[in-house]
């Protein structure tokens, strides 16, 4: 494995980094509320999960971000190495995941291991296992 340092990108990565952290930390400090995404989400699918005009406002915020940053800057090219099939049940996998871990990962690799949960340092360190280990199967085991 190698960084292809000729296209790292260091400060946009930073700065990304903290508009994230500022926006998870003011969602908790003004609202009170973790700005896991699978539990916004599941909020407006829900009848009686309070107001939602605060979960329609982060959510337009992640959807509109990606078309913002493109007035600025363009964007590195996207590459998926995958058919819409295997994204489909990965997607699938993904959401079955968020149920049995109450939460994704926004939620506890952001939020819930800066409030320093235990349950969400569990979580995190299974996602990033599930992860090198199918990285590994997929790039070093025939077959894979």
Same mark, same amino acid.
């Given at each position: ?10 400060? *946009? @990565?930073? %700065? ?5 952290? #500022? &926006?998870?930390?003011? /969602?908790?400090?003004?609202? +009170? ?22 979960r329609v406002a982060f959510l337009a915020g992640l959807i509109a971000s990606p078309w913002i ?7 590195? *090219? @996207?590459? %998926? ?5 295997? #994204? &489909?049940?990965?997607? /699938?996998?993904?959401?079955? +995941? ?26 995190v360190a299974i996602f990033m296992a599930a992860g090198f280990l199918t990285v590994f199967v997929?790039?070093?085991? *025939?077959?894979?």
């Amino acid at each position: 494995m190698s960084i292809d340092w000729l296209h790292f990108t260091a400060f *946009p @990565a930073l %700065v990304g980094g903290m508009l994230i952290g #500022l &926006a998870a930390g003011s /969602l908790i400090l003004l609202t +009170g509320r973790i700005a896991g995404i699978s539990g916004i989400l599941g909020g407006l699918l829900r009848a009686n999960a309070g107001p939602a005009g605060w979960r329609v406002a982060f959510l337009a915020g992640l959807i509109a971000s990606p078309w913002i940053y493109r007035v600025f800057a363009s964007p590195a *090219p @996207a590459r %998926v190495d995958a058919n819409w099939p295997v #994204l &489909a049940i990965a997607g /699938l996998l993904v959401g079955v +995941g968020t149920r049995y871990g109450a939460g994704c990962t926004s939620g506890h690799g952001i939020c819930g291991l800066s409030r320093l949960s235990l349950r969400s340092l569990v979580a995190v360190a299974i996602f990033m296992a599930a992860g090198f280990l199918t990285v590994f199967v997929v790039r070093h085991v *025939p077959g894979g």
